[in-house]
């Protein structure tokens, strides 16, 4: 069963813009995480915020949670052509459970020299 | 150091036919992880094994097993290999089930005819 969703599914950006990608999921969570998929290879872990934090920062990532919401965003600033890959949001429901991490679709962010 | 090594890479089997994949980790884990991806479909868990000597399904384990052979090797195997299983298959690894992020391999990919 999927529990988290991307939105938008597909974002075409000019070099330099920021990129901000959006996941909502639908039960309680322990924690979120955001990873990254380049064409033909494995999925990369990008940041991991748990349900008590509201903010993480790695580099140019910056990943928001809003319990409340049920949503998390992950924004990419200042993006440059290696970031074109598809990016996925994965949850770890309160008190684990038989799915494991649990993950969504996917975004694909096209970022355009 | 080389992270999360599945094998084959890629692989063609006809319907009924049997096949194991291989996935090993060198990052002293305890927590191992199979997926498969399908086109609109995201990742799904299909076996997991959060420490050594234990494995649990996950969302669709039908048509599969799976073998925790030690700490570093966790195998999935497809007794009779039905069209429905084409797919690329993923494992990855982790420190810790659910709270720490997931390391991928590369993946294989699977076409059954």
């Known amino acids: 069963s999927q529990q988290g969703e991307e939105d938008p599914q597909a974002l075409s950006i000019q070099e330099g813009e920021n990129a901000t990608m959006n996941c909502s999921y639908k039960?309680?969570?322990?924690?979120l995480q955001w990873y990254r998929q380049n064409s033909g290879r494995g999925l990369v872990h990008l940041i991991l915020i748990r349900s008590n934090e509201r903010e993480k920062h790695s580099g140019r990532l910056r990943v928001t949670l809003d319990t409340s919401k049920k949503s998390s965003s992950l924004l990419i600033t200042a993006s440059r052509a290696a970031d074109t890959a598809s990016y996925f949001c994965a949850t770890v429901l309160s008190g684990g459970g038989a799915d494991g991490l649990t993950f969504g679709k996917g975004t694909h962010l096209i970022i355009q020299p | 150091n080389a992270g999360v090594t599945q094998t084959p890479k890629f692989q063609v089997l006809k319907t009924g036919q049997s096949m194991t994949l291989q996935c090993a980790q060198d990052m002293n884990h305890n927590s191992m992880y199979w997926y498969r991806q399908d086109p609109g479909m995201g990742l799904r868990l299909i076996y997991y094994?959060?420490?050594?000597?234990?494995?649990d399904k996950g969302e669709v384990p039908n048509g599969y097993n799976v073998s925790r052979l030690n700490k570093r090797e966790f195998s999935l195997r497809l007794e009779s290999a039905a069209p429905s299983q084409t797919s690329v298959y993923f494992c990855?690894?982790?420190?810790?089930?659910?709270?720490?992020?997931?390391?991928f391999g590369n993946g294989t990919r699977l076409t059954v005819t």
């Open positions: 094994s959060a420490s050594e000597g234990t494995t």
């Open positions: 039960t309680s969570i322990n924690n």
């Open positions: 990855a690894s982790s420190d810790r089930v659910y709270n720490s992020p997931l390391h």
